[in-house]
């Protein structure tokens, strides 16, 4: 028996000694009532080692079913805790905001356009993003931040350093992860009340139209056109609002492309993707920092518009901004009756 207590003291300051978790230090606690057990199991009675360790096995029997008790019923109250402590999230899906919700909301709330069933839409809204580089990133931190209740991102890049002259949402510590889980680490900190649905792979035509179907508007932030025709075309057979923008070094623009409300989609304004010499990427002929951050910015306002309902969208025109020269122009683009996705579906939206 002492020699038992014994080890079992030894056992426990070694790991003490070591920093063992705690529960590896339970464990080996627990292997060694079991070794002790199993010594009077095998060998006979009145063996030394059964004699040196208590005689008995009944005594290390009641021991052993004691600790399991005690572990069931420390498992049990933790459970108990995990549920008390979820509420404050929980409260979310509820009807009503928390103080700290309406706080945090409140100067949306107090716009007459926004109010609070706007801000009830935000939270219920589910908005994709393809894309958490230039466009993507400031549209993500605005949408958080407004409270918009689901937002999934899709990106197969990883952060590197030459992005984080314009990606702003990425920090240093984060070069080398994922964009999406970078992404979302920055939106949660931001904002605890949001859910950031990160999905760390290139959206290829397998699974856009299934991730599509989980959200009511799709954001594109790509930066190739083989993903900007795809998201375009899965948003046009889903019946989703598609918000795109795009960007060259000094110039961006943007638009709302949602054929059911009678305007284009992308295809009708841009049939066909340009020679890829004459548009080089980012990497290739450079972009001005705060760009991305003022026409991301713009898909935000433009998505937070169709969700509420607030105002007039961008739809059936596409904004042009010009930094070097301070300049913005609006065009307006129609349905193409010989678009080969929508077949201009616009034309006869009422
Ligand atoms: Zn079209």
Redesign the pocket.
Known sequence: MIMVGTMAITLWVIGWAMKAPYAVRLNMMAMLLVGVMMIHVILPDGHPLRLATGGDARLWAIFFGFGVLVWVYSKFLGGLKARVKRPETAALKTDSFSPTELDRYARHIILREVGGPGQKALRDAKVLVVGAGGLGAPALEYLAAAGVGTIGVIDDDVVENANLHRQVIHLDRNIGIPKVHSAAEAMTAQNPFVTVRPYARRLDAEIAADLFSDYDLILDGSDNFVTRYLV?ETA?AADKPLIAAALTQWEGQISVYE?AKGT?????VFPKPPDPALVPSCAEAGVIGPLPGVIGSMMAVEAMKLITGAGESLGGRLLIYDALYAQTRTIAVK??PD????????LTAT
């Open positions: 375009n046009v054929p284009p989609c992308y295809a009708c349905p193409e678009c080969k996705v929508c077949k201009g579906k616009g």
